[in-house]
């Protein structure tokens, strides 16, 4: 079933030592890879161009390259997962792109069903998991966007896609600003310039003006 963990017990505990037993997470899902291209095929190319130094002839070059299982080994990968897998309440929020650590997928082609990427469940797994021929589909330019501004909200910086999109108009006059309050937390931003474009922006509200946060409590040593 799509969605489906399961864990699967390696080795028992050793007998009298009081370590723990090795067990291994095994999840069934499709997934969207988050490596960049020049990530994926780094020492492939380091490799080929070594090669090609060397003497050898381009296309043999590539065929020796290809042929070595220890260029670019693993991958970074993130599970598409069903609605289902979420509480109903937090669909609306996913949707909107409000909950962080989550991507909305729309439809993937010859599927009907909408997806969610779980960044909180990011992997590191061996590109032969991975056959081209299993690839459905890309992402567009624009979900591209979206995508690394919602890494770095998950990883990094918050407003780092607000800074990508104020470089899109340099040059350009903003002529008109519609501001609507997208939820308690962002501010979303439509920007009229002068050449007809439109940009979308979420602007984070500063944090003296956010709802205060629950924190859990930890047992302390």
């Known amino acids: 079933m799509l969605g489906t963990t399961q864990r699967m017990a390696l080795w028992d505990e050793p007998s009298g030592t009081g370590a723990p037993g090795v067990s291994a997470e095994v999840r069934f899902s499709p ?79 010859h599927d009907g069903g909408d997806y969610v990427v779980d960044l909180g469940h990011v992997s590191t797994v061996s590109v032969e998991l ?34 990508q999109e104020l470089e899109r108009m340099t040059g350009r006059t903003i002529v008109r600003v519609v501001a609507q309050g997208k939820s308690q937390k962002k501010t979303s931003l439509q920007l009229y310039l002068d050449d007809g474009d439109i940009v979308h922006l979420e602007v984070r509200k500063p944090r003296e003006f956010l709802p205060e946060e629950i924190t859990r409590e930890r047992p302390r040593d």
Request: hydrophobic residues 45%; charged residues 25%; aromatic residues 8%.
């Open 130 to 163: 991975l056959p081209q021929r299993a690839k459905v589909a890309s992402l567009a330019c624009e979900s591209v966007y979206e995508l690394r501004y919602k890494l770095s909200e998950a990883y990094a910086i918050r407003d780092l896609a607000v800074l």
């Open 31 to 109: 997934v969207l890879v988050l490596s960049h291209d020049c990530e994926l095929e780094k020492d492939f190319n380091e490799r080929v161009r070594e090669l090609i130094v060397g003497g050898m002839a381009e296309d043999a070059a590539i065929l020796e390259a290809e042929a070595d299982p220890t260029l670019d080994p693993f991958v970074v990968v993130a599970p598409l997962l069903p609605y289902s897998a979420f509480a109903q309440k937090r669909h609306p929020g996913i949707r909107d792109g409000q909950r962080i650590g989550y991507f909305p997928l729309e439809r993937l082609p």
